[in-house]
């Protein structure tokens, strides 16, 4: 079962200054932490674009630009603005993400995490 990041925080550390509590501010979430070390790796990038040539494999860009087309026709060219269409798609975009692209895409992260550990 993959680790839940959403409860877990790391206080950053106080300024050796006249400061005694740490603000809410400056308190990262585990997850925040670990978005931090992924692009100063440079690993976000390469996740990013493992999902994006997965995601074209897959045919789900494809399907994301049937969809867009769709529903511009729908409610008629001059009647869709940008802001709208991707209220509409992005759920159906974010559904459409194949289980095993998501399976892959936890492993790396969860490999990565594993050898940045001490």
Do not use: W, Y
């Amino acid at each position: 079962m993959p680790f839940d990041f959403s409860e877990a925080t790391v206080t950053s550390p106080v300024p050796d200054e006249d400061v005694t509590v740490a603000s809410e501010k400056d308190e990262l979430t585990l997850g925040e932490i670990i978005n931090i070390k992924l692009v100063e790796s440079g690993e976000k990038d390469n996740l990013m674009e493992l999902v994006r040539d997965r995601l074209v494999e897959s045919g789900r860009k494809d399907g994301m630009r049937v969809a867009c087309r769709e529903h511009v026709k729908k409610k008629g060219r001059k009647d869709v603005a940008v802001d709208e269409l991707i209220r509409v798609i992005t759920p159906k975009s974010r559904a459409s993400v194949p289980d095993a692209v998501k399976q892959e895409l936890l492993n790396r992260i969860q490999n990565f995490i594993g050898s940045a550990a001490p």
